[in-house]
């Protein structure tokens, strides 16, 4: 989990309730007790002044997935679009985690008046305001270096904001506690009535059969060697990215047995922590027999409140996408069927038609997730 941040005590009262257990790779309020980038070197490594003073985490973090993300182009032109319908002549736009300034620069360019983008590690924000000056946007872009739960209205932010906009998505939509940040961003800085860009998000799931998966997860034998027994350490119980596994869900040979199904839906005008169960049951029917190997999870998010305009990490729309499979991609966690008796995993065997309840655990933030499945009783 990641360390708390102390606020100042004589802004106690009007900063968020509570820090959000998610923070940001290199988040200053932290950087006191974060490693610097290369102090594993032997001392004859070369490490570059450049890097020399960064946090480990967020050169990890820049090089793991913000140059992907920089390079997805239909993401950035989503949030082009957005921000060209949403924004008006004039208006105030508040950030949250800016980055490198890429949507700050487009609502600057959309017509706001001013932009403060909100940015929690120093040398990132210095990055941004390096990115902004060059694009001669700095007279209207202000950068604020904070986690966004720290900025005080009337303080960091002169005024209440027309637009909030964000892109603070994981791999599940909510992994990087969007929930939280948005909705507290939404209370204490943007107008009443103000536009959130995206406005919602739905996370989905569908139930997938793979040999090629079930051979980096799980054995059996070598000739005539038993390694079944070895199976009882397969971890059924974490969601993993796909990246962490070193490949694209796409390139995968698969059956889905089970399709799309939605299992959270998120409007970022209203939600907050707490409005998901942290349980809840989704009545499916499978839809081709077979061996469900894992549980495929995938999001999409809506920049306006009728989801004409949509966002999403379905495989099926990220295939030709590269950059979004590397910066975001899917996730997976194993099923096994624990029903049967023995220590287990046992493989989870389904024929169509047949009747389950996905069930869907959620953490109290709802940025962790996690998926069991029960067989359903014949009537």
């Given at each position: 989990k990641a360390k708390k941040c102390v606020s100042s005590t004589h802004y106690h009262l009007i900063t968020m309730e509570s820090t959000p257990k998610w923070l940001p790779p290199g988040a200053d309020c932290d950087a006191d007790r974060q490693a610097l980038f290369g102090l594993d070197l032997e001392e004859h490594f070369d490490l570059p002044a450049r890097l020399a003073d960064k946090s480990a985490s967020l050169v990890e973090a820049v090089n793991d997935f913000h140059f992907a993300m920089l390079n997805d182009k239909p993401r950035n032109e989503f949030y082009r679009r957005a921000l060209a319908e949403q924004v008006k002549e004039g208006d105030i736009v508040v950030e949250i985690g800016t980055g490198s300034g890429l949507l700050a620069m487009l609502a600057a360019k959309a017509g706001a008046k001013k932009v403060y983008a909100i940015e929690a590690n120093r040398h990132m924000a210095q990055s941004a305001r390096h990115l902004i000056e060059v694009n001669g946007l700095s007279d209207k872009i202000e950068v604020i270096n904070d986690l966004s739960t720290n900025v005080i209205l009337g303080r960091q932010l002169p005024e209440r904001a027309d637009v909030l906009v964000s892109e603070i998505l994981g791999t599940l939509l909510l992994g990087e506690s969007a929930m939280e940040y948005v909705a507290d961003a939404r209370k204490r800085l943007l107008k009443p009535g103000g536009r959130i860009i995206p406005a919602g998000g739905a996370?989905?799931?569908?139930?997938?059969?793979?040999?090629?998966?079930?051979?980096?997860?799980?054995?059996e034998s070598w000739e005539d060697v038993d390694l079944r027994g070895f199976n009882s350490l397969q971890d059924t119980v974490s969601v993993v990215f796909t990246k962490q596994y070193g490949f694209r869900f796409s390139s995968t040979k698969h059956d889905i047995l089970v399709g799309k199904t939605k299992v959270a839906d998120v409007d970022f005008n209203t939600s907050e922590c707490g409005v998901l169960p942290l349980e809840s049951r989704v009545r499916i029917t499978v839809e081709k027999s077979g061996r469900i190997d894992a549980a495929l999870t995938y999001w999409e998010a809506y920049a306006d409140n009728e989801r004409t305009q949509i966002m999403s990490t379905d495989p099926k729309d990220t295939i030709d996408n590269f950059a979004r499979d590397m910066q975001?991609?899917?996730?997976?966690?194993?099923?096994?069927?624990?029903?049967?008796?023995?220590p287990g995993p046992h493989p989870f065997f389904v024929t169509e038609g047949e009747v389950l309840d996905l069930v869907v655990r959620l953490s109290e933030d709802s940025a962790v997730i996690q998926f069991g499945l029960e067989r359903v009783a014949s009537a």
């Amino acid at each position: 989990k990641a360390k708390k941040c102390v606020s100042s005590t004589h802004y106690h009262l009007i900063t968020m309730e509570s820090t959000p257990k998610w923070l940001p790779p290199g988040a200053d309020c932290d950087a006191d007790r974060q490693a610097l980038f290369g102090l594993d070197l032997e001392e004859h490594f070369d490490l570059p002044a450049r890097l020399a003073d960064k946090s480990a985490s967020l050169v990890e973090a820049v090089n793991d997935f913000h140059f992907a993300m920089l390079n997805d182009k239909p993401r950035n032109e989503f949030y082009r679009r957005a921000l060209a319908e949403q924004v008006k002549e004039g208006d105030i736009v508040v950030e949250i985690g800016t980055g490198s300034g890429l949507l700050a620069m487009l609502a600057a360019k959309a017509g706001a008046k001013k932009v403060y983008a909100i940015e929690a590690n120093r040398h990132m924000a210095q990055s941004a305001r390096h990115l902004i000056e060059v694009n001669g946007l700095s007279d209207k872009i202000e950068v604020i270096n904070d986690l966004s739960t720290n900025v005080i209205l009337g303080r960091q932010l002169p005024e209440r904001a027309d637009v909030l906009v964000s892109e603070i998505l994981g791999t599940l939509l909510l992994g990087e506690s969007a929930m939280e940040y948005v909705a507290d961003a939404r209370k204490r800085l943007l107008k009443p009535g103000g536009r959130i860009i995206p406005a919602g998000g739905a996370q989905f799931v569908s139930l997938v059969s793979s040999d090629e998966i079930r051979s980096i997860t799980s054995v059996e034998s070598w000739e005539d060697v038993d390694l079944r027994g070895f199976n009882s350490l397969q971890d059924t119980v974490s969601v993993v990215f796909t990246k962490q596994y070193g490949f694209r869900f796409s390139s995968t040979k698969h059956d889905i047995l089970v399709g799309k199904t939605k299992v959270a839906d998120v409007d970022f005008n209203t939600s907050e922590c707490g409005v998901l169960p942290l349980e809840s049951r989704v009545r499916i029917t499978v839809e081709k027999s077979g061996r469900i190997d894992a549980a495929l999870t995938y999001w999409e998010a809506y920049a306006d409140n009728e989801r004409t305009q949509i966002m999403s990490t379905d495989p099926k729309d990220t295939i030709d996408n590269f950059a979004r499979d590397m910066q975001w991609g899917q996730a997976l966690q194993l099923l096994d069927d624990t029903s049967q008796e023995g220590p287990g995993p046992h493989p989870f065997f389904v024929t169509e038609g047949e009747v389950l309840d996905l069930v869907v655990r959620l953490s109290e933030d709802s940025a962790v997730i996690q998926f069991g499945l029960e067989r359903v009783a014949s009537a």
